[in-house]
């Protein structure tokens, strides 16, 4: 019947089980994926930095984060704009990927990792976009990488 096809039944089985596998791993990857961004989407406030307890304010600024399916904007508490950018978010790895499209992070590309604990999310990135994933959830400026700490607004 297939004389002329190389591969036997069994090899195509084989091979359209592979297909199957992935193309579902795939479309599990997209529903954790979504589940991700559903989970991180909303108004969220905090700060760059240490936390100072005397002046109750981080040390590197303070900002308000509006996370769509889409989209991260952020502004300065005081309201001043600071940019916005598309991002991708991988669930099993925790990264969290930025890529600047408006503002002053137009053009750059942020790396990062996020841990989200109910209202808490917390957000290691590369600051400027220096290109280097944190390994770590902590804030260190001598390596470019900034701690964010944010609390959900409710």
């Known amino acids: 019947m297939y004389s002329d096809f190389p591969l036997s039944r069994l090899t195509l089985r084989v091979l359209f089980a592979i297909l199957l596998v992935r193309i579902n791993g795939a479309t599990l990857g997209m529903a954790q994926e979504k589940q991700s961004r559903q989970s991180i989407e909303g108004v969220w406030e905090g700060g760059v930095g240490p936390f100072d307890p005397k002046t109750k304010t981080y040390k590197g600024g303070e900002y308000i984060l509006t996370i769509t399916k889409t989209t991260i904007a952020a502004k300065t508490k005081e ?5 916005e950018g598309t991002y991708k978010l991988d669930p099993d790895r925790k990264t969290i990927d930025v890529v600047g499209t408006k503002g002053q992070i137009r053009g750059q590309t942020f790396l990062g990792i996020y ?27 001598d390596a470019a990488i900034w701690l964010i700490t944010l609390k959900r607004r409710r």
């Open 79 to 83: 309201g001043e704009d600071y940019g």
């Open 115 to 141: 841990s989200l604990e109910g209202d808490t999310l917390l957000w290691a990135t590369t600051r400027q976009g220096t290109g280097q994933r944190p390994s770590k959830l902590e804030h260190n400026p």
